[in-house]
């Protein structure tokens, strides 16, 4: 593991917390190394006060690396799982941002009535809930991820993957702004789009 790479993934969750698209221990980075593993952040880390310590190492099938002895959480399965299906994304990120997880919690109407809003978001999916850190969930994510950016897990929250681990956070912020637009819209008499 590289020094500068596994920092990025630091400035990245300040960045997450500082936005408010992350609170206490809820959420998960995830970012392909060049040597080909995938770091991701541990069981209980806190994404907005990360040090390399809260990173644990993965090979390329999701299996922890030689040597990694930190702890996965239950979404690292979701972050390999769109890595082996997405070989473009550098990094996956699973986040609990309020009105981003409130969108999930809303069902597919509102994504249905403000589609135009998501458009730029390069495609946002409902996926049907699945209970947490189940092989089911992190498939079905894996396969909306083939061909969008966003997936929305019914009743639990957003996914998003990214170029690179800046990019996938850029996605986060601009979901959240999404879902905020949404539920303001939604909140003025029901404009709509």
């Known amino acids: 593991m ?4 596994l920092q990025r993934i630091v ?28 770091a991701v952040t541990g069981e209980r880390s806190r994404l907005g006060f990360l040090e390399e310590a809260d990173l644990a190492l993965l090979d390329g099938n999701g299996v ?9 959480g239950q979404d690292a399965n979701i972050v390999s799982a769109v890595m082996a299906a997405r070989p473009e994304a550098g990094s996956v990120i699973r986040f ?47 396969e909306v991820m083939r061909r969008d950016r966003v997936a929305l897990i019914e009743r639990q929250g957003p996914v998003v993957w990214g170029r690179d681990v800046e990019d996938a ?12 637009v949404i539920f303001i819209l939604q909140g003025n008499n029901g404009a709509r789009r």
């Open 2 to 5: 590289k020094h500068n790479e």
């Open 11 to 38: 400035s990245a969750g300040r960045r997450m917390y500082e936005g408010g698209l992350a609170t206490g221990a809820l959420g998960t980075i995830g970012v392909r190394l060049s040597d080909g593993t995938i």
């Open 64 to 72: 922890p690396a030689p040597g990694s002895d930190r702890e996965t």
């Open 96 to 142: 609990h941002s309020p009105y981003a997880t409130a969108l999930a919690h809303a069902g597919r109407r509102p994504l249905e009535d403000y589609a135009a809003l998501l458009e730029h978001l390069g495609g946002v999916y409902l996926v049907p809930y699945y209970r947490p850190g189940t092989a089911g969930l992190a498939g079905a994510v894996a």
């Open 169 to 180: 956070v850029d996605q986060a912020e601009a979901v959240e702004a999404a879902a905020k």
